[in-house]
């Protein structure tokens, strides 16, 4: 029993030095956790962009708004950036219009001298993780430091958010990418390794028709995941659908997000005949896609080397799109740059994937 067994150990350990690309990321992937998720979570959060406006009549600009405004432009934690990025507005209706379409996340009233010791009101995105609290954190400091002693209003302009809802929506993009890599790239190579490619080949069918019927096939398994977890989230986050455009909007995100993601992991799928490398290599895109797209923290937390990777990020434009229509109820006017970078990627995606496929047949 004794020799079998070191038999097969010495088999199995054989297999396993033979393969030095799950080996390398074997070892790659802990401490990509550690540089990735640790800096993702949980970071201290800057560079938040509010606005500052004095309440009408306005005649001159009041101590107190000065004073308040330079406290908030110097309001920082010890050894870190500055807390907010702020932005004087001319009037109320100009400040709204920037928070309603996302240029800030929140914006502070000050009162004019005309009527004195009136409340300070604070318009928040409450949409956001914990930002809208560091916005009041840092106005009542201000005030504070200013010597203030009036009242401060807080108005959430879209309602009471809770954390379950806006880590729903990241839940949605994460479960298109699940399910694409199951039922895309890892079918995929399963058909390579069974003979089932080889088998099209000698068909009329083009390669170029093969990985588009594998990206089709998969990235309507996909958008059916990503739906399915957007009724979920309907019923157990509790988050409101405010009418049929915003529906279709979702719908329409959703699918083009399948499409682009479909079309990356098939285009990596096609140059692994191993499903041991190619679970590596996927389980580094999930890791790097996810943690970067502000499902779980504020993109403001992360440090600068790692937000550059939101800008590539189409998971990180899905997510963003998908909060802007269903918590804040936001309009093409706003996700259009999602839209176009999400078109964008996915014509790449299904072209490299083309070309990639080609090339592992050759």
């Given at each position: 029993?004794?020799?079998?067994?070191?038999?097969?150990f010495?088999?199995?350990?054989?297999?396993?030095?033979?393969?030095?690309?799950?080996?390398?990321?074997?070892?790659?992937?802990?401490?990509?956790?550690?540089?990735?998720?640790?800096?993702?979570m949980?970071?201290t959060?800057?560079?938040?962009?509010?606005?500052?406006?004095?309440?009408?009549?306005?005649?001159?600009?009041?101590p107190?708004?000065?004073s308040?405004?330079?406290?908030?432009?110097?309001?920082?934690?010890?050894?870190?950036?500055?807390?907010?990025?702020?932005?004087?507005?001319?009037?109320?209706?100009?400040?709204?219009?920037?928070?309603?379409?996302?240029?800030?996340l929140?914006?502070?009233?000050?009162?004019?001298?005309?009527?004195?010791?009136?409340?300070?009101?604070?318009?928040?995105?409450?949409?956001?993780?914990?930002i809208?609290?560091?916005?009041?954190?840092?106005?009542?400091?201000?005030?504070?430091?200013?010597?203030?002693?009036?009242?401060?209003?807080?108005?959430?302009?879209?309602?009471?958010?809770?954390?379950?809802?806006?880590?729903?929506?990241?839940?949605?993009?994460?479960?298109?990418?699940?399910?694409?890599?199951?039922?895309?790239?890892?079918?995929?190579?399963?058909?390579?390794?069974?003979?089932?490619?080889?088998?099209?080949?000698?068909?009329?069918?083009?390669?170029?028709?093969?990985?588009?019927?594998?990206?089709?096939?998969?990235?309507?398994?996909?958008?059916?995941?990503?739906?399915?977890?957007?009724?979920?989230?309907?019923?157990?986050?509790?988050?409101?659908?405010?009418?049929?455009?915003?529906?279709?909007?979702?719908?329409?995100?959703?699918?083009?997000?399948?499409?682009?993601?479909?079309?990356?992991?098939?285009?990596?799928?096609?140059?692994?005949?191993?499903?041991?490398?190619?679970?590596s290599?996927?389980?580094?895109?999930?890791?790097?896609?996810?943690?970067?797209?502000?499902?779980?923290?504020?993109?403001?937390?992360?440090?600068?080397?790692?937000?550059?990777?939101?800008?590539?990020?189409?998971?990180?434009?899905?997510?963003?799109?998908?909060?802007?229509?269903?918590?804040r109820?936001?309009?093409?006017?706003?996700?259009?740059?999602?839209?176009?970078?999400?078109?964008?990627?996915?014509?790449?995606?299904?072209?490299?994937?083309?070309?990639?496929?080609?090339?592992?047949?050759?």
């Amino acid at each position: 029993m004794i020799r079998g067994a070191v038999a097969i150990f010495r088999r199995d350990f054989r297999k396993f030095l033979t393969t030095p690309f799950v080996i390398m990321m074997t070892l790659f992937m802990p401490i990509m956790y550690l540089l990735i998720f640790g800096n993702a979570m949980g970071g201290t959060i800057t560079g938040i962009s509010i606005g500052v406006v004095q309440e009408e009549p306005y005649i001159i600009e009041t101590p107190l708004y000065v004073s308040a405004l330079q406290n908030l432009q110097h309001y920082h934690q010890s050894d870190k950036p500055a807390m907010f990025l702020v932005t004087a507005f001319t009037s109320e209706e100009a400040a709204g219009n920037a928070l309603k379409t996302g240029k800030i996340l929140g914006y502070v009233v000050f009162p004019s001298d005309v009527v004195p010791g009136r409340e300070v009101r604070v318009y928040l995105d409450s949409s956001e993780y914990m930002i809208p609290s560091l916005i009041q954190g840092g106005v009542s400091a201000a005030l504070a430091q200013a010597g203030a002693s009036n009242p401060v209003h807080i108005y959430n302009i879209y309602g009471d958010i809770e954390y379950l809802q806006f880590f729903g929506i990241g839940v949605i993009v994460m479960g298109i990418f699940m399910t694409t890599m199951m039922g895309g790239g890892l079918a995929l190579i399963r058909d390579r390794e069974m003979g089932i490619i080889e088998g099209y080949l000698v068909t009329p069918v083009k390669r170029s028709s093969i990985i588009l019927g594998t990206i089709g096939s998969g990235s309507v398994k996909a958008f059916l995941s990503g739906f399915i977890i957007f009724l979920v989230d309907i019923f157990v986050a509790g988050i409101v659908i405010r009418g049929p455009a915003d529906f279709f909007m979702v719908l329409f995100v959703l699918t083009i997000t399948s499409v682009g993601i479909t079309s990356l992991v098939v285009s990596l799928a096609s140059r692994f005949s191993s499903q041991q490398e190619y679970a590596s290599t996927i389980a580094f895109f999930n890791l790097i896609l996810f943690m970067t797209s502000g499902a779980f923290y504020p993109v403001q937390g992360m440090p600068y080397w790692l937000r550059w990777i939101t800008v590539i990020n189409p998971e990180a434009y899905a997510v963003h799109a998908l909060r802007s229509i269903v918590l804040r109820g936001q309009g093409i006017n706003v996700i259009g740059i999602d839209l176009l970078a999400l078109v964008i990627f996915s014509a790449v995606a299904i072209m490299l994937g083309i070309m990639t496929y080609r090339r592992t047949l050759e």
